[in-house]
């Protein structure tokens, strides 16, 4: 790498607010902090693969984490049926089972190689990619660069940007467009998104919609969830999900002050399960009797609050209830998504910090089938409403299941973004065998 990129790596890195340390270790610690590092796999990470990579075509996916992994599956799927090999990179524990769980031999799938050139080159070296496709907002300067001076074109799918990184990123638009210009397509989320990275200098972009709207609702295991609904029998049910630091404690609130009138169980599902510990002593400081799903509890009448602390069961969270408050929206910035809540038939209450699905709650408040909560008591009002008024949670519940089905359409939009850079791999992918009959 040129001292040029060099330069461009680093200041990227300061400008995102990472570490940049050249310090291998250092930055491994960054990379893999709580506990989402695999150590008999860790090797991935310096670029070693663990896994052969198979002959014909190959495109190179990555997603971040879980939400980004779930995003390009129906992606990944329709670029199996067209008999081109995909691996897939993401970055914790977690999404590397969903990745073995929902797509088990139509990908195969390594940890990202750390952002740093030697990790980075091992990795294309070996399994040479005809094409990268990355999901949403990840921009990793060692790897953009690399890719870009091995002409490797990278495409970035359901792109958003939020208003902070489009802050940074506008503060340094020689670096940027240093970046972004090494893009080959950016299929943006909304028309907002795809703005900004055209002001940032990428070039083409065009729009699709969301991808999470395109995927299937999430799992569940219908034995266990047959089994809790046997437990909570009558009693009328809410929950807080995607929850961050407060934001449990605020569920807490709300259920002291409506369990005298409403009688009610209240679920809770941290964004990090690995809290658990911590939110559950604070519910007991509130007062409040708490089941953990990790210890098999038994949902008995005297229980005030379900805590959710596993990953991979929001399909049956959300399937127990036809309420559901979306976190990191009242004490925390940013949002999480609501539309699998929406899509599961749930009545969705929200506080006001969801820039990261801007659109989404936009859709789904004009549709009726949101509404926004300022405070812990504007949302014990909220509750306390759905839960009592059947007309009202009926009519929202419905409004967001239309909501979600007419903002479908991501998935065609973006596979025929996409038909210039996979058409030749199609048609390259199905000769290889009628090549190697002939040999």
């Not at 795809?194 to 609702?217: C, Q, W």
């Not at 990191?328 to 969705?348: D, H, T, V």
Request: charged letters at 25%; one cysteine or more.
């Amino acid at each position: 790498m040129s001292s040029r990129m060099a330069r461009i790596g680093l200041s990227a890195y300061r400008l995102a607010g990472t570490v940049a340390s050249p310090v291998v270790g250092l930055y491994i610690t960054y990379r893999t902090a709580k506990g989402k590092e695999d150590r008999a796999r860790r090797l991935e990470r310096f670029g070693y693969a663990s896994a052969n990579r198979p002959q014909g075509p190959l495109v190179w996916f990555h997603a971040a984490s879980v939400g980004e992994t779930n995003a390009v599956i129906p992606l990944i799927r329709e670029i199996r049926r067209r008999d081109i090999n995909v691996i897939l990179t993401t970055g914790t524990i977690t999404s590397a089972r969903l990745a073995a769980e929902r797509l088990g031999n139509d990908a195969i799938h390594q940890y990202v190689p750390l952002d740093l050139k030697p990790a980075v080159g091992r990795f294309l070296d070996y399994w040479q990619p005809d094409c990268a496709i990355i999901a949403e907002s990840e921009i990793w300067p060692a790897t953009v660069l690399e890719l870009g001076r091995r002409r490797i074109p990278q495409i970035l799918v359901n792109a958003r940007m939020s208003d902070r990184s489009f802050a940074r990123w506008r503060r340094r638009p020689s670096l940027a467009e240093a970046l972004f210009e090494n893009l080959a397509l950016v299929i943006a989320q909304s028309d907002l998104d795809a703005e900004r990275f055209r002001d940032l200098g990428a070039v083409p972009v065009i729009t699709s919609g969301n991808l999470k709207v395109d995927t299937d609702a999430p799992p569940y295991d219908g034995a266990v969830f047959a089994r809790y609904k046997k437990q909570i029998g009558d009693r009328k049910t809410w929950a807080a999900i995607s929850t961050f630091d407060g934001e449990e404690n605020a569920a807490g609130i709300v259920h002291r002050a409506l369990r005298d009138r409403d009688k009610q169980l209240t679920i809770i599902v941290p964004r990090h399960p690995e809290r658990a510990d911590e939110i559950e002593a604070a519910l007991v400081k509130q007062g409040l009797k708490v089941a953990r799903r990790t210890r098999d509890d038994v949902l008995t009448p005297d229980i005030d609050i379900f805590l959710g602390d596993t990953i991979g069961e929001m399909g049956l969270y959300l399937r127990l209830t036809e309420v559901a408050f979306v976190g990191r929206s009242l004490f925390a910035e940013g949002g999480q998504n609501p539309l699998e809540p929406a899509m599961l038939g749930c009545a969705i209450l929200s506080g006001g910090n969801v820039q990261n699905f801007r659109e989404a709650y936009q859709k789904l408040a004009r549709s009726g089938s949101a509404r926004m909560v300022r405070d812990t008591e504007m949302l014990a009002k909220g509750v306390h409403y759905l839960l009592t008024n059947d007309e009202a949670r009926g009519k929202m519940i419905q409004a967001g299941i239309a909501t979600v089905h007419e903002m479908r359409g991501a998935l065609s939009a973006t596979l025929k973004g996409l038909e210039p850079y996979i058409n030749p791999l199609t048609v390259k992918a199905r000769l290889l065998p009628k090549a190697a009959a002939q040999a």
